[in-house]
């Protein structure tokens, strides 16, 4: 750069800096209308750059803010539309129900159920359809994945059980209900029956932890 070219720059920069324009022209001092673009381009080709061509407008700046909020806002609807569909996804995959069976007025083994031949019809052969009951609820059991059972009440026939250790936990739960789809937790509910007998037995029975 000439010495000339270089008193130009600093003349330049000083009239910017007093806020005065710094398109003096060829007449120094003398002020044009502005340079035309032809002056700009062959400026910039010189390398004689003006540092407030690199200065972004205030339109500028808010267009570039502007640009910068919208692409955040974009970024965070995707974030949530994506969010929302894999969590539908996931819902829409995830089990919905909850499969269980359940048995009520059950309470008959072998030798516990026996009625009066004056009974109605129905009363009779309790063992018999307990074992019916027993195959039919544990195929059922199987074909729906059963979580859980749940025994509505009267589980022992007629007078409930007297203790845990009564033989009626035996005759009439496990030896009956013995199949693998049923051998899941079972929540029980005690009937009248139940109260006829010791209704704590039972109670104490589920707290062994031999049920569920």
Same mark, same amino acid.
């Given at each position: ?67 910068? +909020? ?6 965070? $609807? *995707?974030?949530?539309? /994506?969010? &929302? #569909?894999?969590?539908?996804? @996931?819902? =829409? ?42 195959? +039919? ?6 074909? $729906? *994945?059963?979580?859980? /059972?749940? &025994? #509505?009440?009267?589980?022992? @026939?007629? =007078? ?53």
């Amino acid at each position: 750069m000439s010495e000339v070219e270089a008193a130009d720059k600093r003349l330049r920069s000083w009239l910017r800096k007093s806020g005065r324009p710094a398109n003096y022209g060829k007449k120094y001092g003398a002020v044009d209308e502005g340079e035309d673009d032809d002056e700009k381009l062959m400026r910039k080709a010189e390398g004689d750059e003006d540092p407030e061509d690199n200065i972004p407008s205030t339109a500028v700046r808010m267009a570039r803010r502007f640009r910068k +909020a919208v692409c955040t806002l974009l970024g965070a $609807i *995707v974030a949530i539309a /994506v969010g &929302a #569909l894999l969590a539908y996804v @996931y819902i =829409r995959s995830a089990p919905d129900d909850i499969s269980f069976v359940t048995i009520g007025d059950w309470g008959c083994g072998p030798d516990n159920c026996h009625v009066p031949k004056s009974a109605p019809q129905g009363f009779h052969h309790g063992s018999e359809h307990q074992l019916k009951v027993s195959d +039919a609820m544990a195929n059922t059991a199987k074909n $729906i *994945v059963s979580k859980f /059972v749940l &025994a #509505l009440g009267d589980n022992f @026939y007629w =007078r409930g059980v007297q203790s845990v250790d009564d033989p009626l936990w035996k005759s009439v739960w496990e030896d009956r209900f013995q199949q693998a789809s049923l051998q899941t937790p079972w929540y029980v509910i005690l009937g009248n029956h139940d109260h006829y007998g010791n209704p704590e037995a039972q109670i104490d029975f589920s707290r062994q932890g031999r049920d569920c």
